[in-house]
């Protein structure tokens, strides 16, 4: 049977310590590559977001098609993942705040050493075929409140700040923190994206309120078998999972963008 379409949302590449990385936003190498071997070997193609949106406007939610995005821009989507990427014969979408390059980053510890990608290292990225570049607003600006004119100029003013940088276009939209109010969809449309996704249980198969489901560097076999497989979300809400959280907390929220 062809697997259902994925969506999955990372952050960045490395191993960190846990005091340093308080979000569990860094997710090994080794773990990475043998994720996506694992979904290769359930029968998944994989494509950038662009692509992931075009199939899904031609004939909805595309099974068999899983999209691996990035959130932020850290220094080690150029460093450590265009090599993975290279290796595992896979695209990749990473969402980047224009306003916010070379800045440290601000989930994670000064020390660990993770910060965003500068001018120059964006620029690099955004030339490599097999790295699409999407708009995560200007400056990480939660929309989740946004009324529509601000969600509009929010939206626009990061995709002309990019392809002003880039020089190519942006079609592809993540909303910070997941979070996106009822007025987010017309206006990413209305400011030229093809898709919009969010994470954390939230969307669904619009173009613009397009699910995504998180990846920890907390995620192991299980839950990430869950998570691909559009179980985790209501194991954690049902009656078990709520107790087994209670006592245990096995079923954390994962990490959002």
């Known amino acids: ?26 997710v090994p190498a080794e773990r990475f590559r043998a994720q996506v071997e694992g979904l290769r070997s359930r029968g998944y193609e994989f ?3 662009r692509e992931f949106a075009r199939s899904l406007t031609a004939g909805g939610p595309p099974r068999g098609t899983c999209a691996l995005t990035f959130d932020d821009g850290s220094s ?3 460093e450590v993942l265009p090599g993975l990427l290279a ?20 989930d994670l510890e000064p020390q660990s050493g993770v910060r ?8 690099e990225l955004a030339g490599l075929e097999e790295v699409e570049i999407g708009s995560h607003t200007s400056a990480h600006t939660d929309l989740s409140a946004a009324a529509a004119e601000e969600a509009y ?25 997941c979070g996106f109010s009822a007025a987010c969809p ?11 996704v969010t994470c954390a249980g939230r969307g669904g198969w619009e173009p613009y309120q397009l699910r995504r489901e998180s990846i920890d560097s907390l995620d192991g076999p299980l ?13 954690r809400d049902s009656a078990p999972g709520r107790l087994a959280r209670a006592l245990t907390r096995p079923l954390r929220h994962p990490s959002s963008g």
């Open 47 to 49: 494509v950038r977001m």
């Open 153 to 177: 100029e929010e939206m626009a003013r990061s995709k002309a700040e990019l392809e002003d940088l880039i020089g190519s276009p942006v079609v592809s939209f993540a909303y910070p923190y």
């Open 87 to 106: 290796e595992l014969a896979v695209p990749a979408t990473v969402y980047v705040s224009p306003g916010l390059l070379g800045e440290r980053h601000p």
């Open 76 to 78: 080690d989507n150029l």
């Open 116 to 123: 965003l990608l500068d001018r120059g290292e964006l620029l």
């Open 186 to 196: 017309a206006a990413a449309r209305r400011a030229g994206y093809a898709s919009a």
């Open 1 to 26: 049977m062809t697997p259902r379409p994925l969506i999955l949302a990372y952050h960045g590449i490395g191993t960190v310590p846990r005091a340093l990385d308080p979000h569990n936003l860094m």
């Open 223 to 235: 839950s990430f078998a869950l998570k691909t497989r559009g179980a985790f979300w209501p194991l």
